[in-house]
């Protein structure tokens, strides 16, 4: 099979981790081999509720016997997107009432980005330095990181960079900025936090101007910081926000959410402002309300922080500078990418799963299910020290 892979499928990076997989339960991946690893990764964060949940299975099996693929998104009603949807309403603050469902978080930027300008009819977006907003050629044009972006110029246009929780870049948004786009937390470039009131701020100078503020909810989205969504652990009610990875649970979705008044520019001037085929597909659409519900039913978004102080009590090394992240969307910062890479690897050895960051080199991602318990998360930090305990006599 790695044979085929190799051969068959288009490779991302020279020397992908190529781990032949068999099934996947709970917070375990098995190889085809049979051995198991405790899953510290969860997707990149999509599988919020574990690998293979029984009610997120029973959801795609039970759709799936009514009905798969219908119409172009948006024609007929269909009972599991206007269900996602309204769930999804209710549980976000006013004026954030009206959803359009994606395939993916890229997907969803794009009509972000598209909503914004048609909306305020300027032209001029404004994101962060060391950005990551998805890999198609809009969002990668808010993606503040040359090295990505260089070969596949000309992006684009009309496109400016600030630096993020950096105050005195907030006079570059003027009349001439449609929206201000930012992750809530920032994702490749080392889990960074807003700090000082960092976003209110922003809102604060864009409702001034006239312009939008977009929040980046892909990955601090669905419970991961604590709260259902990351905006809301700090004071701002962003005009659009963008969410995907773990609101399917472990299905592809995205979705941009407004207000109706926002969001209903795309029907007309022209008409089909934003159209897609397969954006909220049945099947994924149930999964995704099941997920969500599962979420709101149980006290899982509430137990990250507990969790998340759980593996700050236990990872606790020389060779950790600081953990960085707020909730299940934690880094380990080491002193160098060399170190980071060698943690990553031997820990796969050893039978857990680890991560790069996208820029951070210096990261190691930890993002596991929401549903992992107490006892897997002891057991996958006594990996982390032993692998980082071995290094360190090493390199005395």
Not at 84 to 100: D, H, M, Q, R
Not at 254 to 270: V, Y
Not at 305 to 330: A, D, F, N, Q, W
């Amino acid at each position: 099979m790695k044979e085929d892979f190799l051969k068959y499928q288009a490779q991302t990076s020279p020397n992908p981790l190529a781990l032949e997989i068999s099934h996947a339960n709970g917070s375990y991946i098995y190889d085809v081999n049979g051995k198991e690893y405790l899953d510290f990764i969860a997707g990149v964060s999509a599988n919020t509720l574990g690998h293979n949940h029984p009610k997120v299975s029973q959801a795609i099996k039970d759709q799936i016997d009514k009905y798969t693929h219908v119409m172009v998104y948006g024609e007929f009603i269909q009972q599991p997107q206007v269900d996602l949807s309204k769930l999804l309403a209710k549980n976000l603050p006013k004026p954030l009432e009206t959803i359009y469902l994606t395939n993916s978080g890229t997907e969803a930027t794009e009509g972000a980005l598209k909503l914004a300008k048609r909306y305020t009819g300027r032209s001029e977006i404004i994101a962060a330095r060391d950005a990551y907003h998805g890999n198609t050629q809009g969002s990668m044009s808010v993606c503040g990181v040359e090295e990505q972006n260089s070969a596949f110029r000309p992006l684009v246009p009309s496109i400016k960079f600030i630096e993020f929780n950096n105050l005195n870049d907030l006079d570059k948004i003027t009349t001439k900025t449609a929206a201000v786009i930012l992750e809530t937390i920032q994702g490749g470039a080392g889990f960074i936090e807003p700090k000082n009131n960092y976003l209110k701020k922003v809102k604060d100078k864009c409702e001034e101007v006239g312009a939008l503020l977009i929040l980046d909810e892909i990955q601090t989205g669905i419970g991961r910081t604590g709260k259902l969504f990351g905006f809301e652990n700090y004071n701002v009610v962003p005009d659009i926000i963008v969410t995907g990875k773990g609101l399917g649970g472990g299905m592809p979705i995205g979705a941009f959410i407004s207000s109706h008044t926002i969001m209903s520019c795309l029907k007309q001037q022209p008409k089909l402002g934003h159209i897609t085929t397969f954006g909220g597909h049945p099947v994924i659409a149930a999964a995704a309300f099941a997920t969500l519900t599962e979420l709101l039913n149980s006290n899982l978004i509430e137990q990250t922080l507990i969790k998340e102080s759980y593996i700050r009590k236990h990872l606790v090394h020389p060779l950790i500078t600081e953990i960085r992240g707020k909730g299940l969307m934690l880094a380990i910062m080491v002193e160098t990418s060399e170190i980071a890479s060698e943690v990553i690897l031997k820990s796969m050895e050893k039978g857990l799963l680890l991560f790069w960051l996208l820029f951070e080199g210096k990261a190691i991602r930890i993002s596991p299910p929401l549903t992992i318990s107490d006892n897997e998360i002891q057991k996958g930090c006594t990996i982390i020290m032993e692998v980082l305990d071995e290094i360190s006599k090493i390199n005395r």
